[in-house]
């Protein structure tokens, strides 16, 4: 059964909108003369609004989410069906798409073997870290529990999440934090804290070890890291800096924690971004893409290595994981997962994300010849950021109110496209594009073409 709109008083909806919901990392103060944005449908690519505009969405959802694209009946079919046989029981008991998800997943991840299921990815990442301090506790007296986070990455939402975040702008007021969360400088060339260097990817890698020894390598649990830096810019990492990462992390001791709540499920044109880079991860994080928004999902999924190391001791009743999210064991999730994984396979979208993704970085480089403004193109697969200067030689950024027009521009000729957002005093000045992996070469075309006036707009 389809959902029917048709007799829907959509000005009471909007203004039931405008009256009592407090929208997610927005100034409201517009919206007292102003009505707020109200999303009611979507198809494949497009989506529309509550005045019935149609979008092209090169976001996926604002928040690269909507990997496999709007309206994919299959998904909702599965979840109904789940629902009605067994919608819920706490995940210390398993589910039947929850085992059959795992399984699927784990195929996609040499190495990898056990999945922990909870809702988003800032849980999935708090979920890591309390696996790393309680194996500090159980092992060594909880010395070796600091985790090294990087300027400019972010990790979520809640405190614990925020407090491994490099970015001023989504910290600044909300601490103060969780002690034993130490950050490391960033890994982006185009603004070297080296200079003009030929080896910059080690020299940047290097700096964990730098912390490392700085902290005591005894105290030091794991460093956690996004493959591609996402919302800090969409940082692609240079030459070298993986492989020195993965030489120190073991040298110390160190686990390595991949965040791929952006990367994760054929984003970049791989399963997961750590597989450009040949890494061995102890934990992988990952959340929007597993489902693609249509269930609350997310994953800490670790080594059998690891696993192992929580059941050492079964006599002792606090060596175990005892944690437990509420929702973690709704079956909607890994219903919605597994249909999704599925059709990702079935319709080669990560192909299809390296393919296209390609295509778009070679007409994004193109546009750069035109605009003086495009500072640097960087991104893998379907996953591209452009940063914008005001003056090539001197890498000066554009004032974000520049992104914000870009941006603007984009919408009102029926592109959605994204942009560094409140993360850093000077440096909100990176346009996104990640659109979903099912999208041709037409769309792309559009998209480029959209971001040409706006960029020839700002250009005035
Ligand atoms: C890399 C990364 N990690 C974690 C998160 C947090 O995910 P969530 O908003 O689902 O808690 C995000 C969200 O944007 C993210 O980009």
Same mark, same amino acid.
């Given at each position: 059964?389809? /959902?029917?709109?048709?007799?829907? *008083?959509?000005? =009471?909806?909007?203004? %039931?909108?405008?009256? &009592?919901?407090?929208?997610?990392?927005?100034?409201?103060?517009?919206?007292?003369?102003?009505?707020?944005?109200?999303?009611?449908?979507?198809?494949?690519?497009?989506?529309?609004?509550?005045?019935?505009?149609?979008?092209?969405?090169?976001?996926?959802?604002?928040?690269?989410?909507?990997?496999?694209?709007?309206?994919?009946? $299959?998904?909702?079919? =599965?979840?109904? *069906?789940?629902?009605?046989?067994?919608?819920?029981?706490?995940?210390?008991?398993?589910? #039947?798409?929850?085992?059959?998800?795992?399984?699927?997943?784990?195929? @996609?991840?040499?190495?990898?073997?056990?999945?922990?299921?909870? %809702?988003?990815?800032?849980?999935?990442?708090? @979920? =890591? +870290?309390?696996?790393?301090?309680?194996?500090?506790?159980?092992? %060594?007296?909880? #010395?070796? &529990?600091?985790?090294? +986070?990087?300027?400019?990455?972010? &990790?979520?939402?809640?405190?614990?999440?925020?407090?491994?975040? !490099?970015?001023?702008?989504?910290?600044?007021?909300?601490?103060?934090?969780?002690?034993?969360?130490?950050?490391?400088?960033?890994?982006?060339?185009?603004?070297?804290? +080296? !200079?003009?260097?030929?080896?910059?990817?080690?020299?940047?890698?290097?700096?964990?070890?730098?912390?490392?020894?700085?902290?005591?390598?005894?105290?030091?649990?794991?460093?956690?890291?996004?493959?591609?830096?996402?919302?800090?810019?969409?940082?692609?990492?240079?030459?070298?800096?993986?492989?020195?990462?993965?030489?120190?992390?073991?040298?110390?001791?160190?686990?390595?924690?991949?965040?791929?709540?952006?990367?994760?499920?054929?984003?970049?044109?791989?399963?997961?971004?750590?597989?450009?880079?040949?890494?061995?991860?102890?934990?992988?994080?990952?959340?929007?893409? #597993?489902?693609?928004?249509?269930?609350?999902?997310?994953?800490?999924?670790?080594?059998?290595?690891?696993?192992?190391?929580?059941?050492?001791?079964? *006599?002792?009743?606090?060596?175990?994981?005892?944690?437990?999210?509420?929702?973690?064991?709704?079956?909607?999730?890994?219903?919605?997962?597994?249909?999704?994984?599925?059709?990702?396979?079935?319709?080669?979208?990560?192909?299809?994300?390296?393919?296209?993704?390609?295509?778009?970085?070679?007409?994004?480089?193109? /546009?750069?010849?035109?605009?003086?403004?495009?500072?640097?193109?960087?991104?893998?697969? /379907?996953?591209?950021?452009?940063?914008?200067?005001?003056? $090539?030689?001197?890498?000066?950024?554009?004032?974000?109110?520049?992104?914000?027009?870009?941006?603007?521009?984009?919408?009102?000729?029926?592109?959605?496209?994204?942009?560094?957002?409140?993360?850093?005093?000077?440096?909100?000045?990176? /346009?996104?594009?990640?659109?979903?992996?099912?999208?041709?070469?037409?769309?792309?075309?559009?998209?480029?073409?959209?971001?040409?006036?706006?960029?020839?707009?700002? =250009?005035?």
């Amino acid at each position: 059964m389809t /959902l029917d709109y048709s007799n829907l *008083d959509m000005d =009471a909806v909007v203004e %039931n909108d405008q009256t &009592h919901v407090w929208h997610h990392i927005t100034q409201h103060k517009n919206f007292e003369s102003a009505k707020p944005p109200v999303m009611v449908s979507g198809k494949g690519m497009r989506i529309s609004d509550a005045n019935g505009k149609e979008y092209l969405d090169a976001v996926s959802g604002g928040v690269w989410t909507v990997n496999v694209g709007y309206g994919r009946e $299959r998904i909702a079919d =599965a979840v109904r *069906d789940q629902l009605v046989k067994m919608c819920y029981f706490a995940n210390s008991a398993g589910n #039947v798409p929850g085992a059959m998800f795992a399984a699927k997943l784990i195929e @996609k991840m040499p190495g990898m073997s056990r999945v922990y299921f909870s %809702n988003s990815g800032s849980e999935a990442n708090e @979920k =890591a +870290y309390k696996m790393v301090r309680q194996l500090a506790a159980i092992e %060594n007296n909880g #010395v070796k &529990h600091k985790i090294i +986070y990087r300027e400019r990455d972010y &990790h979520g939402t809640t405190i614990g999440a925020l407090s491994s975040t !490099g970015q001023s702008q989504r910290k600044d007021q909300y601490g103060p934090f969780a002690p034993g969360f130490v950050e490391m400088p960033h890994c982006l060339e185009y603004r070297s804290q +080296y !200079g003009d260097v030929d080896n910059y990817g080690e020299l940047a890698a290097r700096e964990l070890e730098k912390v490392i020894l700085r902290e005591g390598p005894e105290t030091v649990g794991a460093v956690v890291l996004e493959p591609i830096t996402a919302g800090g810019g969409v940082i692609t990492p240079p030459e070298g800096y993986w492989e020195t990462i993965q030489q120190i992390c073991k040298q110390y001791n160190v686990l390595l924690h991949i965040d791929e709540v952006v990367c994760g499920l054929g984003r970049t044109g791989k399963w997961f971004g750590y597989q450009h880079y040949g890494i061995k991860p102890d934990f992988v994080t990952m959340a929007k893409g #597993v489902a693609s928004g249509y269930a609350a999902i997310s994953c800490t999924v670790t080594t059998e290595e690891i696993f192992d190391r929580f059941k050492a001791n079964p *006599d002792d009743p606090m060596s175990y994981f005892r944690d437990i999210s509420t929702f973690g064991g709704c079956a909607s999730g890994p219903a919605a997962a597994l249909e999704n994984i599925r059709i990702i396979e079935e319709e080669n979208l990560v192909e299809n994300s390296a393919v296209m993704g390609e295509y778009l970085l070679e007409k994004l480089q193109n /546009l750069q010849q035109k605009h003086p403004m495009i500072g640097q193109v960087r991104g893998k697969g /379907l996953f591209v950021g452009l940063e914008l200067v005001t003056d $090539r030689a001197t890498k000066e950024p554009v004032h974000e109110s520049v992104a914000v027009q870009i941006a603007a521009d984009c919408q009102k000729d029926g592109v959605l496209i994204g942009r560094t957002n409140r993360s850093f005093d000077e440096f909100n000045n990176t /346009l996104c594009l990640s659109p979903a992996l099912i999208c041709t070469r037409d769309d792309l075309d559009e998209v480029v073409d959209a971001l040409d006036r706006a960029l020839m707009n700002a =250009a005035g």
